[in-house]
C-alpha cells in the first residue's frame, strides 16, 4: 500500500527548539486535536483548525526562550496539562491557558531537556541532570559530557524509576537514584529519544534513540544490560534526527514510527512481521524539522503527522486528499476557504508594510542624529559542524529563520570546501593574500531566493589547526550579519570511541611539568575534538579516539603533573608534540616532553593503509577504463571477446563511478598521509627526509605493499 | 502535474548540445544524435524493418532501431532541417572541426561536404535576411559562412572571437530573420546578412542561444547563467551553480507564449516563464541534459517537449492540458501562495521588531562597550568610496584602487565586492586579520577587460569585538577605461599609430566623455579645445594620447589598435554617432599582420604537401600488405616479415606525419583566427556604414589575395584611393 500524504501549513509563530509542540489529547475519539506550540520568543500558543482557519485557544505573553514542551498528568489519565521549560524555570499551563505552576529549579545552566512522568520531572541541563517529585529535589547527577535528552522508563508498567540520560560523547547513560546503573555505546552522538510504541514496547523498556548523523536504533534498557534490537544507518546520508513519535498513519493497527530530520526530510517507517523498521514514507520540508507527532487536526476523520519546524512553521502531513471527488461544488468551496485566507493575508499584509515603512523612516531619520545610535536585529542561527565518520570530512550546517542572503567563508588554516550536491547556491572564490591576513579561504555562498539552510562540506589536513569563520547575511532590513566560529583541531579527523585495541604496537608521548589537571585538560580539548570543555570530575581521565580515516587508535591519560598519550600512528604522536610544546611555549609553562617510539608500529599503520590503499588504486583503474571500454562495446555490439575483468568493469559501471565520485581526493589524501608518516618517522629519529620525498610518491606511482615497507625500512 | 508521455532508453550516450530531430523521409521524425568515437547515430522508431546497406551507415550493435553513422572524427555540431525546400524532406547537417557535411539520410548520400577551415563550432539551418535559399550557417574560430543546398558558400563575414553559438531570430521585427552570434569574448552579435545592427555584452561566453518569439530569444552562460533578452535589452537572468546545457523555446502551459525550457549540467530540467523567470514546471533525469528539442515523435499530431540526457535517456512531455490551468507542478499554487505571503508576514515583522529593538536599544545610552559586542554603532555612521589610480610600486603592480572608509571610530570588518566579469569568480572578498581591522581599507582592482563594471558593495562595518556587524550595501561603477592613469604628455614616447576622426562635438562634451570613462584626479582641469590627454596604460605602460582640434578633429594615438577600437566604439555610443569614417595606421600591428598571412600561406602549401605524402603512403601500405600476404602464401615467411617490419616502419611514419599534420593544422587555424581578428579589429574602428564596407572590403581584399589592397582598406576604410 502506498502512503500518500499532503501537505498542508497551518500557522508560523517564532523559532522553535527541538521538541517543543505538542498535540493534546482529542476530548472524544475521532474530533480533531488541539496544538500547543513553545517558541523562541517565550510565547505558548494553543490553536484549533477551523475551517481550514487556525484559531487561538489562548496565547502567553513574551518571555525567555522555551527550550522544551511536554504534556503531563495524574498517570493513567489523559495527559493535558501543558509544562515548558524557559531558563531555570518549569512552567504548567491547563489546557485552557491557565498558569497553575511556576517552579524555579535554581539550576546554575538553563534547562535543555525536560520528561514528565505523574508527579516526577526529569530536568537536565548542559551537564546537570536532576529529578524532581513534586518540585522536590530527589536526585542528581553530573555528567561527564553534554546530555542532549532525558527520558525515563515508564514508571507505571515498571516496579522501578530508571531514567535514562543521552550523552554527546555517544553513549546512553542508564540512572538509577543518583548513580550510573550502566552505560551504553550508540553508533553515534544520541540527540532524541523516545519510549517505544510510546509505552515502552512489550517490555515496557524498549527505547528508541537518534542521533545527530541520522541514525536510528530500538534498544532494551533491561535492570542488568542493555539489549540492542536494531539500528538504521543512514545511507542515504540525510540529516539528524531531531524527533520521533510512534502514530499509526499508515492505518494497519500497528504503530509506524515517525522520525523528522535536521535536513527537513520527515520519515515514516512501519513495523513488518518480525519487527524490522521498512520505510513507507518520506517527504523533504525546507527546514529542520524541530517536532513531530501524529495525530488529527486539520479534518475531523483525518489522520495526520502534524510537525513544527526550526522557523516556526506547524505544518501538516494529511491523509486528506487534496481533491475531493465529490463533485465540483466541494472543491469551490475549498478555494473559497483558501481565497478568503489569501485575502486576508494580503490585507493584513498591507497594514504591515505600511506600518513598516513608517518605521523605516524613522530609522532613516535617526541616521541624520549624532547622538543615536544603531542596534543590530539579532537573528538566530542555528548551526552544526560536525565530523563525518565515512568520508572523514566536516560538515557544516547553518539555517536562518528568514532567507540566507549570502554566506562569507573564512578560514585561517589551508582546508578544502566541497561541494553537496543539495545546495543550490552560487559559490565563488576568492584570491586571497594569506600572509598578511592570514587568510587561506575566501569563498562566498550566494544563495537563491527562500534558502533558508545552507550545507557545506569541509575537509581538513590533520596537524593544521586554527579557525573557520562563517558570516551570516540574511535577507532582512535593516541588512546585518552574524559571525559564527568553528575550531580545527590539531587532530581533527579524530573521532571519540570507548573501546580500543590494546594489543597494537604503541608510540608513546608522556608529558611531565607543573601544570594542574584542568590545564592538562585544557590542551587535550584544544588538541582533540568531541571532549567536553568542562573538565571532568576525579583526578585521572582516560579517553579513546579513532582516526576515521585511517583507523588508527589514540588513548590519552592524564593527571595533574602528567599526560600520557598512546597512538599506533606516528603522525598522530608527532602531531601532539608540535602542538603541545607550541602551547606550552606560548603560556610559558615548562614541560618535559619525552617519547617512546615502537618501529614496528610503522610497518603496522602501513599494514591498516595497505586495504585502503589498494581498494582506491584499483577503483581509480578501472573508472579510467571504463569509458575505453564503453566505447569498444558500442563499436562491437558485445563483449563477448573482452576478458572476465573487464567485462564485470563493464557490467559495474554505474556504482564503480558513484563509489569514486563519493571520495574525491582520496587517494591523495591517502598519500599525504603515507607522506606524513615517512616524515614524522625520521623526524623523531632526528633525519629530516623531505628530500627523499619525491622518491616515495614515486614508490607509490607504482604501489607494491612490500616495496613501500622496505622503502620506509631502507631510508 | 505534468508527467513524460514517453520514455525511452537509449544504449547510446549523447553528446551534450549535438542531437536534433528531423523527418529524413518526409514523414517519420527521427533523432540524430552525436555519440562517442566519432560516431553519429539516428534513432528511427517508425520503420522497423528499414535497413542501411551502404558503408557509411550500419544498424547499431546494441539496439534494432539505431543506426550509426560514421563521421570518423570529432563531432562539433549537429543540427537537423530542411536545407532544399525542393526535396520535401529533411538533411542531417554535421559539422566537425574540419568539416561540414551535408548528409541525405533518406538516399544515404551526400548533399555536399565541404571543407571548412576555420572550423564549425555551431551550427544553425534557417533563411537568413533576404537570401531567399535556406542556409546551413556554421560558427567557427571568428568567422561565420553559410552554405546553401548545394554547398555554395552565400554568406560569409568576421566576428570579434571564437563562435560558441548560433541562433536566428526576428530582431528587429521586419519580418525577416537575422542572425545572433554568442562567441567566445562575452558577446552577442546580431547580424542583418553581414552587417552587425546590435552588440550586448554579457559576463561570460555564451554557449547557447534560442529565439522565443518576435525578437525575444533566450541565452545561455557558461558560468550557469540563463536569461532572455528582447531585443537589446535583457528581461530577467538567473545563475545557477549548475551549467545550462541546453535551452529551447516551448509553450508548455498551453498559454500561448512560449517559455524558457533549460536543461541543466545536474540533469534538472525547468521550463520558465518568458516574462519573469519564474519557474513554472521542473524535472530531474539521472544524469546531464545533452539536449532539449521539440518535435511530433509520437506521429500523433501533438507536438512534444523532447529531453535527452547525456546517458541516453529521452523523455517527452505533451504541453499541459486547459484543465490544469498552467499549474504543472504538483504543489497547489494556493499553498504556495500562502507560503509565500506568511513568509513575507513573518520578514515585516522580524522587521519592525529590529526597529522596535533599536529604539529600546537608543533609550539605554550611552555607548558601552558591550554595545560594540553586540554590534551597536552610532547611527550616523556613514561609509565613503573612492575611486583612483594606484600606480603601484616595487611589490605591487599598478592598479585601480577603491577605497572605503567609515566615518567614525567603526571598523570595517570585511568587504564583498560582487561584480562580474573582473574577478576570477563572482565575488571578491577582502577580510583583515583581526590585528589589521581599520576604518578604511584600499582594495585593488585590475579589471582584465576595458569594460564598465558595476560593484555591488557590502561592508560589514563593528567594533572590533562584535560579533554582529552592520551591513552597508551600495553600487559605485568602475569606469571602462579605469586602467589608464592620467600622465604628464612625453612626446618622445608618443606612439606611432593612431586613429584620426572627425566628431562634431563640443569640448565641453568629451570632457565629459573622459570624466565618465576614465579616472581622473579631481583636481583635473582641462581648458577648451583644442587640447589633448596623454594616459598611461596600468597594464603594460603603453601611452594613450587623445588630441581634439578647434575643428573638431579627434586624433587618438596608442599602439593598441583594440584601444582605440574601444574608444572609438565607446564615443561613438556616448555621442550617438550612427556613421562614422576613421582614418587608422598602425604600423607595427599591420606589419605583424603581413607576417601573419605570409605564414597563412606556408601552412597551406605545406597542408598540400603533407597531404600528398599521406596518399602516398597509403598506396604504399597496400602494396606492402598485398607483397607480404604473398610472401605468406608462398611460405616465404623471411620476406613476409620484412614486409611486416617496413610495414610497421611505415605505419611509425604515418604516425609522425599525423603528429605533423596536426601541428601544421592548428598553427594555421591561430593564424587564420588572427587574420578573421585583424578584420574585425579594423571594422571596429569605423561606425556604422563604413566599418560593413570595411569588413566586406577586407574580405574581398583576401579572397583575392590582394595583401596591399587589405591595408589600405584598413588604413583609410575603402578599396577606391
New interface residues.
Given amino acids: 500500500m502506498d502512503l500518500n500524504l499532503n501537505?498542508?501549513?497551518y500557522l508560523?509563530v517564532g523559532v522553535t527548539s527541538q521538541k517543543t509542540m505538542k498535540l493534546l489529547p482529542a476530548s472524544r475519539h475521532r474530533t480533531t486535536q488541539k496544538v500547543v506550540i513553545g517558541d523562541h520568543d517565550g510565547v505558548v500558543m494553543c490553536f484549533g483548525m477551523k475551517k481550514g482557519e487556525a484559531v487561538a485557544v489562548f496565547k502567553t505573553l513574551p518571555g525567555q526562550k522555551i527550550a522544551r514542551l511536554e504534556l503531563g498528568g495524574v498517570l493513567n489519565t489523559p495527559q493535558e496539562k501543558i509544562f515548558i521549560a524557559a531558563g531555570s524555570e518549569i512552567r504548567g499551563f491547563t489546557k485552557r491557558g491557565k498558569q497553575f505552576l511556576s517552579f524555579e529549579t535554581n539550576l546554575t545552566e538553563s534547562i535543555k531537556a525536560m520528561h514528565i512522568s505523574g508527579s516526577d520531572l526529569f530536568l537536565s541541563a548542559s551537564y546537570i541532570y536532576n529529578h524532581y517529585c513534586d518540585c522536590k529535589d530527589q536526585h542528581y547527577y553530573l555528567s561527564g559530557d553534554k546530555i542532549n535528552d532525558v527520558i525515563c522508563l515508564p514508571v507505571e508498567r515498571l516496579p522501578r524509576i530508571t531514567p535514562v540520560l543521552a550523552c554527546q560523547d555517544r553513549v546512553l547513560r542508564v540512572l538509577q537514584g543518583s548513580d550510573v546503573m550502566y552505560e551504553t555505546e550508540v553508533p553515534g552522538p544520541p540527540t532524541v529519544l523516545a519510549l517505544h510504541n510510546g509505552n515502552g514496547g512489550d517490555s515496557g523498556e524498549d527505547l528508541w534513540f537518534g542521533t545527530s548523523d541520522g541514525k536510528l536504533g530500538l534498544i532494551q534498557i533491561t535492570t542488568s544490560k542493555p539489549i540492542h534490537k536494531w539500528e538504521i544507518q543512514n545511507e542515504k546520508k540525510r540529516g539528524g534526527i531531531l524527533c520521533v513519535d510512534s502514530f499509526d498513519i499508515v492505518g494497519d493497527g500497528v504503530k509506524d514510527l515517525l522520525v523528522g530530520r535536521d535536513d527537513g526530510m520527515v520519515e515514516v517507517y512501519s513495523f513488518d512481521n518480525a519487527n524490522e523498521p521498512v520505510l513507507r514514507f518520506d517527504q523533504m520540508l525546507s527546514e529542520s524539522v524541530t517536532s513531530i507527532q501524529g495525530g488529527c487536526i486539520g479534518k475531523d476523520g483525518y489522520d495526520e503527522i502534524v510537525v513544527s519546524t526550526y522557523?516556526?512553521w506547524v505544518t501538516g502531513l494529511t491523509t486528506e486528499p487534496?481533491h475531493k471527488e465529490s463533485g465540483p461544488g466541494e472543491e469551490l468551496k475549498i478555494?473559497q476557504e483558501?481565497?478568503n485566507?489569501?485575502s486576508s493575508?494580503?490585507s493584513?499584509?498591507e497594514h504591515?508594510?505600511y506600518?513598516?515603512v513608517q518605521?523605516?523612516e524613522?530609522?532613516q531619520q535617526?541616521?541624520?542624529?549624532?547622538?543615536?545610535?544603531?542596534?543590530?536585529?539579532?537573528?538566530s542561527v542555528n548551526d552544526k559542524f560536525t565530523l563525518n565518520k565515512d568520508d572523514a570530512s566536516y560538515s557544516l550546517i547553518l539555517e536562518v529563520?528568514?532567507?540566507i542572503d549570502?554566506v562569507?567563508i573564512?578560514s585561517?588554516v589551508p582546508i578544502d570546501l566541497l561541494?553537496v550536491?543539495k545546495?543550490?547556491?552560487?559559490?565563488?572564490?576568492?584570491?586571497c593574500d594569506s600572509e598578511?591576513?592570514?587568510?587561506f579561504l575566501?569563498?562566498?555562498y550566494?544563495c537563491?531566493a527562500?534558502t533558508t539552510r545552507l550545507e557545506l562540506k569541509i575537509r581538513s589536513i590533520e596537524g593544521q589547526y586554527g579557525t573557520l569563520q562563517a558570516?551570516v547575511?540574511p535577507?532582512?532590513?535593516?541588512?546585518?550579519?552574524?559571525?559564527r566560529q568553528y575550531l580545527i583541531k590539531p587532530l581533527s579527523l579524530h573521532q571519540r570511541t570507548h573501546f580500543i585495541d590494546h594489543d597494537r604496537p604503541m608510540n608513546t608521548l608522556t608529558l611531565t611539568g607543573q601544570f594542574s589537571f584542568a590545564e592538562v585538560h585544557s590542551w587535550v580539548v584544544f588538541c582533540l575534538p568531541e571532549v567536553p570543555e568542562k573538565p571532568p570530575a576525579g583526578e585521572c581521565m582516560t579517553f579513546y579516539f579513532q582516526n576515521t580515516f585511517l583507523d588508527t587508535q589514540l588513548e590519552s591519560t592524564y593527571r595533574k603533573g602528567e599526560g600520557v598519550f598512546k597512538s599506533d600512528n606516528i603522525s598522530t604522536i608527532s602531531i601532539l608534540k608540535d602542538v603541545l610544546s607550541k602551547e606550552a611555549t606560548k603560556r610559558k609553562i615548562n614541560l618535559n616532553i619525552s617519547y617512546e617510539i615502537n618501529e614496528v608500529s610503522v610497518k603496522h599503520t602501513l599494514k591498516l593503509i595497505h586495504p585502503k590503499l589498494e581498494y582506491q588504486l584499483l577503483l581509480a583503474k578501472k573508472v579510467q577504463l571504463i569509458?575505453a571500454l564503453?566505447?569498444l562495446?558500442?563499436?562491437?555490439?558485445?563483449t563477448n571477446f573482452l576478458i572476465p575483468e573487464y567485462r564485470c568493469i563493464l557490467e559495474e559501471a554505474d556504482h564503480l563511478q558513484e563509489e569514486y565520485k563519493k571520495q574525491p581526493a582520496h587517494l591523495e589524501r591517502l598519500y599525504g598521509m603515507i607522506t606524513d608518516l615517512f616524515i614524522d618517522k625520521f623526524k623523531f629519529k632526528g633525519t629530516n627526509v623531505k628530500t627523499k620525498v619525491p622518491l616515495l610518491l614515486e614508490i607509490l606511482d607504482s604501489y607494491d605493499q612490500n616495496a613501500l615497507i622496505a622503502f620506509f625500512d631502507a631510508a | 502535474m505534468l508527467l513524460p508521455v514517453f520514455t525511452l532508453k537509449l544504449r547510446h550516450k549523447i553528446s551534450p548540445r549535438m542531437v536534433a530531430i528531423g523527418r529524413y523521409d518526409g514523414t517519420h521524425p527521427c533523432l540524430a544524435a552525436a555519440t562517442q568515437a566519432g560516431k553519429v547515430f539516428i534513432h528511427n522508431p517508425h520503420t522497423r524493418s528499414q535497413h542501411f546497406s551502404a558503408s557509411r551507415v550500419f544498424q547499431s550493435p546494441l539496439e534494432s532501431d539505431v543506426s550509426l553513422l560514421n563521421i570518423n572524427q570529432a563531432v562539433s555540431c549537429l543540427t537537423a532541417g530542411a536545407l532544399n525546400p525542393e526535396l520535401g524532406y529533411d538533411a542531417l547537417l554535421v559539422g566537425t572541426q574540419t568539416n561540414l557535411l551535408a548528409y541525405d539520410v533518406y538516399n544515404n548520400s551526400d548533399l555536399f561536404y565541404r571543407e571548412v577551415a576555420d572550423g564549425a563550432n555551431a551550427v544553425v539551418l534557417g533563411t537568413l535576411g533576404d537570401i531567399s535559399s535556406p542556409l546551413a550557417i556554421i560558427g567557427g574560430n571568428c568567422a561565420l559562412q553559410g552554405f546553401d543546398h548545394e554547398g555554395n558558400d552565400l554568406f560569409w563575414t568576421v566576428t570579434g572571437d571564437n563562435v560558441h553559438s548560433l541562433a536566428l531570430c526576428d530582431f528587429d521585427g521586419d519580418g525577416k530573420k537575422e542572425l545572433l552570434v554568442g562567441s567566445e569574448d562575452f558577446d552577442i552579435r546580431v547580424f542583418k546578412e553581414d552587417e552587425i545592427v546590435a552588440e550586448m555584452t554579457e559576463t561570460e561566453i555564451i554557449t547557447s542561444l534560442c529565439p522565443m518569439y518576435g525578437s525575444r530569444f533566450g541565452y545561455a552562460l557558461s558560468n550557469g547563467t540563463v536569461g532572455v533578452y528582447d531585443k537589446t535589452a535583457r528581461y530577467w537572468r538567473i545563475k545557477s551553480k549548475n551549467h545550462a546545457m541546453s535551452i529551447h523555446a516551448f509553450d508548455l502551459n498551453s498559454d500561448g507564449v512560449c517559455e524558457l525550457i533549460t536543461g541543466w549540467s545536474n540533469g534538472k530540467v525547468d521550463a520558465r516563464s518568458d516574462r519573469t523567470g519564474e519557474v513554472i514546471f521542473k524535472d530531474n533525469f539521472s544524469s546531464a541534459i545533452a539536449g532539449v528539442l521539440e518535435g511530433d515523435y509520437r506521429m500523433d499530431g501533438h507536438t512534444q517537449l523532447i529531453c535527452c540526457a547525456v546517458d541516453g535517456e529521452i523523455r517527452g512531455y505533451l504541453p499541459g492540458t486547459a484543465e490544469m490551468r498552467g499549474n504543472l507542478m504538483d504543489t497547489s499554487v494556493e499553498q504556495d501562495l500562502i507560503r509565500e505571503l506568511s513568509q513575507k508576514k513573518q520578514n515585516l515583522l522580524l522587521e519592525l521588531r529590529n526597529y522596535e529593538e533599536n529604539t529600546k536599544a537608543e533609550l539605554s545610552s550611552p555607548q558601552s562597550e558591550a554595545d560594540g559586542l553586540r554590534g551597536i554603532i552610532p547611527a550616523n555612521t556613514k561609509l565613503h568610496t573612492a575611486l583612483s589610480v594606484n600606480l603601484g610600486h616595487e611589490t605591487q603592480a599598478a592598479h585601480a584602487e577603491l577605497c572605503i572608509s567609515t566615518s567614525n571610530d567603526t571598523i570595517i570588518r570585511a568587504v564583498l565586492i560582487f561584480a562580474e566579469g573582473i574577478f576570477l569568480g563572482e565575488s571578491h572578498v577582502v577580510h583583515p586579520s583581526i590585528h589589521n581591522l581599520s576604518s578604511s581599507i584600499r582594495i585593488p582592482i585590475t579589471p582584465p577587460k576595458d569594460v564598465p563594471v558595476d560593484l555591488h558593495l557590502k561592508t560589514f562595518v563593528g567594533y572590533r569585538s562584535s560579533t554582529q556587524f552592520h551591513v552597508f550595501e551600495l553600487t559605485r561603477q568602475l569606469p571602462r577605461f579605469s586602467m589608464y592613469a592620467l600622465t604628464s604628455p612625453d612626446p618622445a614616447r608618443e606612439p606611432l599609430s593612431y586613429v584620426n576622426f572627425v566628431i562634431a562635438e563640443r569640448a565641453q562634451r568629451v570632457v565629459l566623455w573622459l570624466n565618465q570613462n576614465f579616472l581622473l584626479p579631481e583636481d583635473t582641469n582641462i581648458q577648451n579645445a583644442p587640447f589633448q590627454v596623454c594616459f598611461t596604460s596600468l597594464r603594460n605602460g603603453g601611452q594613450l594620447y587623445i588630441k581634439i582640434k578647434l575643428s573638431g578633429e579627434i586624433t587618438v594615438n596608442t599602439d593598441d589598435i583594440d584601444l582605440a577600437g574601444d574608444i572609438i566604439q565607446s564615443m561613438a555610443s556616448f555621442f550617438a554617432v550612427e556613421d562614422l569614417q576613421v582614418e587608422a595606421d598602425f604600423p607595427v600591428y599591420f606589419e605583424e599582420l603581413r607576417k601573419v598571412l605570409v605564414k597563412v600561406d606556408e601552412y597551406h602549401s605545406v597542408h598540400q604537401k603533407l597531404s600528398a605524402e599521406m596518399a602516398d603512403n597509403s598506396n604504399l601500405i597496400r602494396s606492402l600488405l598485398v607483397r607480404a600476404e604473398d610472401a605468406r602464401l608462398m611460405r616465404n615467411m623471411k620476406t613476409m616479415k620484412n614486409r611486416y617490419m617496413e610495414l610497421y616502419d611505415l605505419n611509425k611514419d604515418l604516425l609522425n606525419g599525423y603528429k605533423i599534420r596536426c601541428n601544421n593544422h592548428m598553427e594555421l587555424l591561430g593564424n587564420l583566427k588572427a587574420v578573421n581578428q585583424a578584420i574585425q579589429r579594423a571594422g571596429r574602428l569605423r561606425v556604422g556604414k563604413p566599418k560593413n564596407q570595411v569588413i566586406t572590403a577586407c574580405r574581398d581584399a583576401i579572397r583575392s589575395n590582394n595583401i596591399n589592397t587589405l591595408f589600405r582598406i584598413m588604413r583609410v576604410g575603402t578599396a577606391s584611393s
Fill in positions: 501537505r498542508a501549513d508560523q522557523s516556526g487534496v478555494n483558501m481565497q485566507k489569501i493575508l494580503r493584513e499584509l504591515l508594510q506600518k513598516v518605521e523605516r524613522k530609522y535617526s541616521s541624520q542624529s549624532s547622538k543615536a545610535k544603531s542596534a543590530v536585529p539579532s537573528f529563520q528568514t532567507a549570502n562569507l573564512q585561517d561541494d550536491d545546495n543550490s547556491a552560487v559559490v565563488s572564490f576568492s584570491s598578511s591576513n592570514d587568510n575566501l569563498a562566498t550566494r537563491q527562500n558570516y547575511t535577507r532582512i532590513q535593516p541588512k546585518t550579519c552574524q559571525v569509458d564503453k566505447e562495446q558500442v563499436h562491437e555490439g558485445n
